[in-house]
């Protein structure tokens, strides 16, 4: 009889084929992977899009410049603005429109609101799958006053439909900055609890430190942008290297954490969120009076130039862009929509999954924060 | 940042500026893999995304490969055309292990053949036999009218898709 443990058998059953999602509290959205797996260890790993696949690429090609801003917020659900604004920006880069001071100070607090959110609900999402079910409702609930001020402002709570080329659809409503300070400090307050709470936790400690490093070169490689690459030690921030907006009037900083792992990917957000408020707090304070929106032509009339434009938006998971083609139509030819979530969802995930524990592959997936509806567009 | 601009066309290649932190390079099919590695080799390590553009009228495919360095700040958009009839290309798999996603992607929605990908597997869509769908000449509108049924005493007032023209 042979004993030794290492030599490979030919019996079947040594393998199974596991489905981690569709539906499935372990992964963001409609979006699965198929796992082959020998014991606890994942053996391969195979990313199965698909099911979120709404064909917007297409269906931008079929509308009217403008109408499509009432489309594309659809392709990143929990953070939704970014796609509306580097859409318009490459428009407004295309057709050279100004765009009044007010207008980006405006797109910079719904963005970096929206940033807030966002991360919010993504280290909601790592409680879920850690066992950690408190900070799921501190933190949902946290993020729902940010859908209230979005609510006040825009009249919607996830999708706000608010850009416009040249400009946002409202001025901001009277008493709007007010209640956005409060719920700042609000925030500044919980932060300290959010800490000792989550991230000084030994059971988050314990799962996420020294699980799923990610090296800088590895990073880079693999098309990591964001939170990610920086948690890898690249500090590249599309706000501080290319500005656009007004974010080269803000003073902010780029926290580095730098070691690639699990916890620093969710520590490197938490830090970031700090960053934001500080954002946030000088918005309010430097916005100057104007207009916020310049004349555009009538929505069948709105011609964008001939030619092509890459425009992106740092998002809270990573480059955002939109690669916009036109020949001189009043519908687009061409949208490419690069999703932050595309590399490291659909390819690194396949090889940094590989031989992890099976309770792991939840966490890693959360901890990237990817987004399936950004690749699955 | 003029510099790589000089050495680019000093290839024979046409670049230009697109805006404040992107430059375009125009390079022909069988210069594309050369290009590409240059520009790896310059610092635009990071692949961001390929994209392709069905120009009918031209009866050709643009591909677009955007990369980025992040040390000069800079976006590269590389971009070459291909003929529509037939269209094959090289694999850039080997300068990016990304790509392979990318060339699935770009196979399965505009049928183009990726020469040196292995992976050109089904991905998004489910048994499609159609045209693929992002090509100009799918027709979207005859396409679901086929295989969805719009009666008019069931639609309860609401009325078919129309085109916008």
């Given amino acids: 009889m042979e004993l030794n443990p290492l030599k490979e058998s030919n019996d079947e059953y040594k393998y199974y084929e596991l489905f981690i999602g569709p539906n499935h509290p372990g992964i963001e959205g409609n979006f699965s992977y198929v796992l082959k797996m020998k014991g606890h260890s994942v053996v391969e790993v195979t990313a199965d899009p698909g099911l979120l696949h709404r064909g917007f690429e297409k269906l931008m090609e079929r509308r009217l410049w403008t109408q499509n801003l009432a489309l594309i917020p659809r392709i990143c659900v929990p953070e939704p603005d970014v796609n509306e604004v580097a859409y318009c920006m490459g428009i407004e880069h295309m057709m050279k429109i100004e765009v009044p001071k007010r207008a980006q100070y405006i797109r910079v607090i719904v963005l970096e609101l929206a940033r807030i959110a966002s991360f919010l609900f993504g280290m909601s999402g790592l409680g879920g799958t850690t066992g950690h079910y408190t900070s799921v409702q501190w933190l949902v609930g946290d993020r729902d006053y940010i859908l209230d001020l979005f609510e006040w402002l825009t009249g919607g709570r996830v999708y706000h439909i608010y850009q416009y080329p040249g400009g946002v659809k409202n001025d901001l409503p009277v008493g709007w900055l007010d209640k956005l300070s409060e719920y700042l400090d609000y925030l500044e307050k919980r932060l300290p609890e959010y800490d000792k709470f989550i991230f000084q936790n030994p059971i988050i400690q314990k799962r996420t430190v020294g699980l799923g490093y990610i090296s800088a070169e590895d990073a880079i490689e693999n098309g990591l942008t964001g939170p990610n690459l920086r948690a890898s030690g690249v500090m590249y921030d599309i706000r501080k290297a290319q500005p656009y907006l007004v974010y080269n009037e803000l003073d902010f900083e780029i926290p580095k954490t730098g070691d690639g792992d699990a916890f620093s990917r969710v520590l490197q957000r938490r830090l970031e969120l700090a960053e934001s408020i500080k954002i946030l707090r000088q918005c309010v304070k430097q916005i100057p009076d104007g207009p916020h929106k310049t004349k555009v032509p009538n929505p069948f009339q709105f011609r964008v130039p001939k030619g092509s434009f890459y425009s992106k938006v740092e998002s809270s998971r990573g480059e955002f862009g939109y690669y916009i083609v036109s020949d001189g139509d009043v519908k687009p030819y061409r949208v490419y929509v690069r999703g932050p979530s595309y590399s490291i969802g659909l390819h690194y995930a396949t090889k940094a999954l590989v031989g992890m524990r099976i309770e792991d592959v939840p966490v890693w997936i959360h901890t990237t924060d990817m987004c399936p509806p950004d690749f699955d567009r | ?165």
């Fill in chain 2, 1 to 165: 940042m003029d510099d790589i601009l000089n050495e680019i066309k000093a290839m024979d290649l046409k670049a230009s500026w697109l805006g404040d932190w992107e430059f375009e390079v125009l390079t022909p099919k069988d210069r594309l893999a050369s290009t590409l590695s240059y520009l790896k080799l310059k610092g635009f390590k990071a692949f961001m995304g390929l994209s392709c553009v069905d120009w009918i009228e031209d009866g050709t495919f643009e591909l677009v490969y955007i990369i980025q360095s992040y040390d000069l700040a800079l976006e590269a958009i590389v971009k070459t055309k291909i003929p529509r009839q037939k269209p094959v290309i090289e694999s850039m798999r080997s300068l990016w292990g990304l790509c392979e996603v990318y060339e699935r992607e770009m196979h399965e929605f505009f049928g183009i053949e990726f020469v040196g990908n292995p992976n050109l597997k089904p991905f998004f869509l489910e048994n499609w036999l159609d045209t693929p769908p992002l090509r100009k000449d799918f027709d979207t509108l005859a396409f679901s009218e086929e295989l969805f049924e719009f009666k008019e005493d069931e639609t309860h007032g609401i009325k078919p898709p129309k085109r916008i023209e």
